[in-house]
């Protein structure tokens, strides 16, 4: 128990800390309302306990490295567990109790309390070892990247240990306070079995010395919280909070990557996208806060491992060093000099996106860095007409034409015109049950036409009762969304949802998950709500049904490759490898697959321009880990992937085939 005098110290530091504390949150709070947009408070009672969860359980931190997130699970645990341990020991400096009695639950206490101390301490250890000593490559940036000029100057190694050094002396002075106390009492406590090891190492010393180091510990462990808060909220160590706040108030979207769209209508909007932090929304300026600085993100993003200017960890890291120097500009409500590209991107790393959603997906503190990328773009496009100049072929073909070819709509039906089995249009057949949205690259690509060719002979051999659009259908708009240009989506979209409505389409099968992605995740914003399947789910459902009877098995060993707008951004993974194995002799995967598969390399409208400078062709890099599975065909569900596969099978002198599921399951129908 404390001394009065020391209560006295102890309670002013508190209350002028608290002062000091308070202020620093408040600040973030002002930041990050500088930001665009509301949160959402629907449902609140069900995202708090989502977020409790995921923030109590770590569940986001296991999808990967599971070696690091354990001793990352000691430390987070500990710095949780220790919220219950600072306050009982506060309770017992400033009363002469036992914090929790010795009963079950006191007993249960102290028995958590020590063992979570050493693990804490452990964990932090291995830490601090993994970046000062292993230096390992995984918290590295390519030289390449764009950084902040402090991250450059040693920034995050100096944040690193003040943050490490901070937790090793709070949680190893106050284990050895306990320590201390055990000796002072004589005799070992069997529920701090770790404390009461080390007590052994006191035994020799007067009681004197045993009540001034006893003192000294609690000093030191409670002290350091106390300087350390006004620092807090601007380290690395701040993602601790603000990862269970991200998980609260994360918009729920019905994928993982629906936009939300502009109101082109509002007039009061001036800026489209975000040239500036403050024009992004509160979401995006809130990630950085969060951000625990893993770099889980570049290792699984195509464009930062095939040798881009991308990181999504640097745009976040960048972002906050940013933030912490104009903190108070911004809080205020004062106006920013610098632009995003400035500081926390480069124009390459902008246009080298996929959009493939892997960055969001293996967040461990719900952070959407590729959001930010999409806010920017829609800058450059709308605001500073400053964009590939390949992209204009694309933009143009689909405001003129309804396709990124810039071909007629009146040809979308020539690939059916020798076809052995009726493609109906809704003309045709008004009562249809199912709307095929065929879609552009399945009409005009040559390559991918033996897709809607085979989808069409599976459909009649089903007796599925079906129409397209024919002429009357148009480009979804995918690819100039995810450019930027997204005031040629809402015209796209606008149209489409009208002809839609007015056909009276209620469910759609499409051949292309960015149809798919688009049609039933982001039309509903215009009015548009349909149920919308994917060509694998709906083949992989007549199989099971027995509507659709396979006559043979293919001999062939086939590896899925998964499409990112099919899986990561859908969850659409079981049917097209349930679907496969209907149909060929055996089925591997491939080293990276379901939600950590690799790009191909065409999303983010990268189909319709020169893929950036780097090391190596992402596509490639994905059929060459395809190739080392040791399969004779990989088998697609994307007309993107249908492309870029096969491309890169042809610098292979022994290519692979590469064909889409309905091809594959179409063979079997002979």
């Known amino acids: 128990m404390l001394t009065l005098i020391e209560k006295i110290i102890f309670a002013v530091l508190v209350l002028a800390t608290l002062y000091n504390g308070y202020w620093a949150f408040y600040k973030v709070y002002l930041v990050i309302r500088r930001g665009q947009g509301e949160p959402g408070d629907e449902d609140i009672k069900r995202r708090a306990w989502n977020a409790f969860v995921n923030w109590v359980t770590l569940r986001p931190v296991w999808k990967t490295r599971p070696i690091s997130s354990l001793f990352h699970a000691f430390v987070a645990w500990a710095f949780m567990f220790y919220f219950l341990v ?92 306990e320590s201390f106390t055990i000796a002072l009492e004589g005799h070992r406590d069997p529920y701090q079995p770790f404390a009461s090891a080390v007590s052994g190492l006191w ?244 390559r991918a036409q033996a897709t809607a060719k085979a989808l069409a002979r599976i459909l009649n051999e089903a007796g599925v009762n079906f129409a397209v659009l024919g002429d009357r259908e148009s480009c979804t708009g995918d690819s100039a969304r995810r450019a930027g240009n997204e005031y040629l989506f809402f015209e796209l979209a606008t149209q489409n949802v009208e002809t839609l409505n007015e056909v009276g389409a209620k469910k759609i099968i499409t051949t292309c998950p960015h149809c798919l992605h688009t049609l039933g995740a982001e039309y509903p914003a215009f009015g548009g709500h349909y149920e919308v399947v994917h060509h694998s789910q709906f083949i992989d459902d007549l199989l099971k049904s027995g509507r659709l009877r396979p006559k043979r098995e293919l001999d062939a060993t086939v590896t899925f490759h998964d499409p990112c707008y099919l899986g990561r951004h859908n969850g659409i993974y079981d049917e097209p490898r349930e679907l496969l194995s209907f149909v060929v002799s055996e089925t591997v995967e491939m080293e990276r697959s379901r939600s950590q598969s690799f790009c191909c390399g065409a999303g983010g409208a990268q189909m319709w321009k020169e893929e950036e400078h780097g090391e190596r062709a992402v596509n490639v890099t994905r059929y060459q880990e395809a190739a080392e599975t040791g399969a004779s065909c990989i088998a697609v569900g994307c007309p993107f992937c249908l492309t870029m596969l096969t491309d890169a099978s042809k610098q292979d002198e022994n290519g692979l085939q590469v064909k889409d599921i309905a091809e594959l399951v179409a063979e079997t129908l002979s």
């Open 86 to 177: 600072n306050f009982g020991d506060v309770v017992q400096g400033y009363f002469p109790v036992k914090f929790l009695g010795n009963g079950f639950i006191g007993n249960a206490y102290r028995f958590i309390a020590d063992v979570i101390s050493v693990l804490g301490l452990i964990g932090m250890t291995y830490f601090l070892v993994r970046r000062f000593l292993a230096h390992d490559p995984h918290l590295e940036f390519h030289d390449n990247i764009k950084l902040h000029e402090k991250v450059l100057k040693g920034g995050l190694k100096k944040d690193s240990l003040i943050v490490g050094f901070f937790i090793l002396f709070h949680v190893g002075f106050r284990f050895l306070g």
């Open 203 to 446: 035994m020799g010393l007067s009681e004197s010395t045993l009540v001034f180091w006893q003192h000294a510990s609690w000093w030191i462990a409670l002290g350091l919280i106390l300087a350390f808060i006004p620092y807090f909220p601007k380290s690395k160590h701040f993602h601790l909070i603000m990862a269970g706040v991200n998980f609260l108030v994360k918009p729920e979207r019905p994928a993982l990557g629906a936009l939300e769209p502009i109101d082109f209508e509002d007039e009061s909007i001036e800026q489209f996208g975000a040239a500036k932090l403050t024009d992004l929304t509160w979401k995006g300026i809130l990630d950085p806060y969060a951000c625990i600085m893993c770099n889980r993100c570049q290792d699984v993003c195509p464009a930062y491992t095939t040798g881009k200017e991308l990181s999504p960890s640097a745009l976040e890291i960048n972002k906050r060093y940013y933030i912490n120097d104009h903190a108070d500009l911004l809080a205020s409500g004062g106006e920013e000099e610098l632009n995003l590209l400035d500081y926390a991107i480069s124009e390459s790393a902008v246009w080298a996106c996929t959009t493939c959603g892997a960055c969001v997906e293996i967040c461990p503190v719900g952070n959407e860095p590729m959001f930010d990328i999409l806010h920017i773009r829609r800058n450059q496009v709308l605001m500073e007409s400053d964009f590939p100049h390949e992209l204009q072929t694309a933009f143009t073909g689909m405001e003129r034409s309804g396709n990124p070819w810039k071909l007629s709509a009146s040809d979308r039906l020539n690939w059916a015109k020798d076809l052995d089995v009726p493609v109906p249009t809704v003309e045709e057949n008004p009562d249809f049950e199912y709307l095929w949205w065929v879609g552009c690259a399945p009409s005009y690509d040559m």
